[in-house]
């Protein structure tokens, strides 16, 4: 008998196939799916028993086999909007994630999860991003606990470590040799605090980032004035003289979201609702990158070099679309 995964995992992915190719032939849906004709009629007798309440004649899929070819058609119920609770949409998403499905299958699944997502109320969206970090972190804890043991051993036997880490901001993963002086926790994830040889000062680094540790064999000693607790702070970033000093204003329909991630940075609210944000950035390319992005909504009102930038970059993005 087929393993019942799989066979959800086919049926996710015929559905969809059907609706696109109508009239496929048994066999060229059996090949595609990677198995035998009887199976996939089995699979289809499946589909029929899928349908909505109350239950009626008209309530399932139909399924019709002319010959060889197969078509699907759909009860009424299936074209209205489905409204779920928070519990259900969460649920699917995360079943919807799990599943061992085909290439064609993860994508209809992404598709189907980004509609799921788009369906929830406005208001519930901070709620859905803090139920998935408490997914998440619950599939990498096991991960990250076994990083955190090599750290705290590389931190005790005061050896750095080969890292090689993934920086948000950037986008980038790099290899940089480390000096790790400790671990601390803050807002629900772990950070290692370290002089960093590439950058050539001390950096926190999220340790849910680093995605391979090596101990190596050098030994360093920690400065006598190091201070784990100075990390004990509400913001992990630290601003340095190197940084480019930015000011952006943020209209009233990004404020509450921007207010949301608390930004490590100045911020004076206006009688619109809108905000103005002073940010210490060390990289340029991503703040220009973060306001394209809300393009609309967020503008950047110095430095004045970076406007430049900025509207180079919208003419480029503009020019490809001409």
């Known amino acids: ?44 007798d499946a589909v029929l028993l899928c349908g909505v309440p109350p239950y009626m004649p008209n309530d399932y899929i ?38 061992p499905l085909t290439a064609e299958g993860r994508k209809a699944a992404a598709t189907l999860r980004s509609k799921i997502r788009r369906s929830l109320p406005r208001g ?55 000096r790790p002086y400790g671990i601390i926790e803050h807002n629900g994830a772990w950070y290692l605090v370290a002089y960093c040889l590439l950058r050539d000062r001390e950096l926190p680094f999220r340790v849910d980032r680093i995605r391979r540790v090596e101990l190596l064999d050098r030994t360093f000693e920690p400065p006598e004035d190091f201070d784990l607790e100075r990390y004990r702070r509400a913001q992990m970033y630290f601003p340095t003289s190197r940084d480019l000093r930015v000011k952006l204003k943020i209209a009233p329909e990004l404020a509450r979201w921007v207010l949301d991630e608390r930004p ?15 940010l210490s950035v060390s990289q340029p390319e991503w703040i220009v990158s973060w306001v ?21 970059a919208c003419r480029r993005a503009l020019a490809a679309y001409a």
Do not use: C
Not at 8 to 36: C, F, K, N
Not at 67 to 93: M, Q, W, Y
Not at 152 to 157: L, P
């Open 62 to 99: 139909g399924v019709v086999i002319e010959g060889d070819r197969i078509h699907l058609s759909f009860a009424g119920h299936f074209k209205r909007p489905v409204n779920l609770t928070f519990e259900e949409a969460l649920s699917l998403n995360l079943a919807l994630g799990r599943l």
């Open 264 to 278: 490590a940075g100045r911020v004076r609210k206006l009688p619109d609702g809108g905000l103005i944000l002073h």
């Open 292 to 312: 394209m992005s809300h393009a609309g909504q967020a503008e950047l009102l110095a430095p004045e070099a970076l406007r430049r930038r900025v509207a180079a």
């Open 124 to 178: 519930v969206q901070r709620r859905w991003r803090a139920a998935r970090k408490q997914l998440d972190a619950g599939a990498l804890r096991r991960g990250v606990q076994e990083r955190v043991a090599t750290l705290e051993k590389a931190i005790e036997e005061r050896r750095e470590a080969h890292i090689e880490y993934y920086t948000a901001s950037r986008d980038e993963m790099t290899e940089r040799d480390v």
């Open 1 to 44: 008998m087929s393993d019942p995964t799989d066979r959800l995992s086919r049926i996710l992915t015929m559905i969809p196939y059907i609706q696109e190719h109508p009239g496929i032939r048994v066999r060229e849906l059996a090949d595609y799916l990677g198995a035998s004709p009887e199976t996939i009629l089995a699979d289809l």
